[in-house]
């Protein structure tokens, strides 16, 4: 069974907040069917994880230099995970497009982990292969983002968005990883994040904040930090720290709103 004291045995990055933030983002993917993908896999930490959400039908796609497969088992034999569907890729990920049926793969992979080279290069060519390969409700989560010792990651991520607005949004920023998701699907994944994502992390005891500072008009995403006493666990703007609830989605219409607009239509 997957636990953190059994993650926090197997060598690798991967820390106790971001095991919990995936833990209840995956929980939320229950019903979600997808592939799940890793680049940078080192011993097999995050991928652990990984392994434990696959579902029977699913196939976990893991990608390094030099894949160590000894390892790799082992981390999921720790958390007593046994991936039927494992597919090892040695190699750089620029090769991957390359190497992979990108066409039956076209956005089928609900998970996708960026945690390879940390240059502007790669993290750019990587999210060019995540726009082919993430389904529409999937989540691309690029590590080390916002970290100083990896500045082009960042910076090469953010051109990434700019340049291709309509392929990812920034949904969130949190202990160390970016997580993007697809335009369309922002307003579900907010209204997940404002309504259940603390109460889901509170579940893993993990105390957090989360910092809506300011409106769409600016950015979408959210930061998540530990918890923070002034703020509590969410968070508005720093002029106005209860306007959170005012910029969360809008509720669907009622039913018999719904009847309406639809013998609204009738009549056209
Ligand atoms: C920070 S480690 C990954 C940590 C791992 N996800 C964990 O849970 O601890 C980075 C890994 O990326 C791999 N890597 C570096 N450059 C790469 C590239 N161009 N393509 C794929 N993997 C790469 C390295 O071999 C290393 O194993």
């Known amino acids: 069974m ?14 106790f907040h971001s095991y919990v933030i995936w833990r209840s983002l995956l929980d939320h993917q229950a019903r979600t ?4 993908f890793e680049i940078g896999v080192w011993k097999g930490r995050s991928a652990a994880v990984l392994a ?40 750089p ?30 993290v750019y060519s990587e999210l060019e292969l995540a726009n082919q390969i993430v389904s ?8 080390d983002f ?16 700019d340049k291709n607005p309509f392929h990812f949004r920034l949904l969130a920023v949190a202990f160390n990883k970016g997580y993007f998701c697809r335009p369309e699907a922002l307003p579900q994944h907010m209204e997940f994040i404002s309504s259940k994502l603390s109460d889901a992390m ?19 995403a959210v930061g998540i930090t530990g918890f923070t006493d002034a703020a509590g666990t969410i968070a508005g703007p720093d002029t106005n720290p209860h306007y959170w609830t005012l910029i969360r989605k809008k509720r669907v219409p ?7 607009n639809a013998w609204r239509e009738l009549k056209r």
């Open 136 to 143: 529409p409700d999937g989540l691309v989560v690029v590590d």
């Open 52 to 91: 434990s959400y696959l579902k029977p039908d699913e196939t976990l796609y893991l990608c390094d230099l030099d894949v160590d497969e000894p390892a790799i088992r082992r981390a999921f034999e720790v958390v007593g995970a046994a991936p039927a569907r494992l597919v090892t890729l040695s190699g």
């Open 93 to 122: 990920s620029s090769k991957l497009p390359g190497r992979l049926d990108l066409r039956s793969m076209h956005q089928t992979v609900r998970w996708m982990h960026i945690d390879g080279e940390h240059t502007g290069t790669a």
């Open 146 to 161: 916002f970290s100083p010792r990896y500045p082009a990651n960042t910076t090469e991520a953010v051109r990434y968005l």
């Open 2 to 15: 997957l636990s953190w004291e059994k993650i926090d045995t197997v060598p690798g990055w991967f820390g």
């Open 202 to 220: 509170l579940a893993y005891e993990c105390k957090t904040t989360i910092f809506k500072t300011t409106g769409s008009w600016d950015t979408d």
């Open 33 to 36: 069917r997808g592939d799940l």
């Open 254 to 260: 009622s039913f018999l709103a719904r009847l309406r």
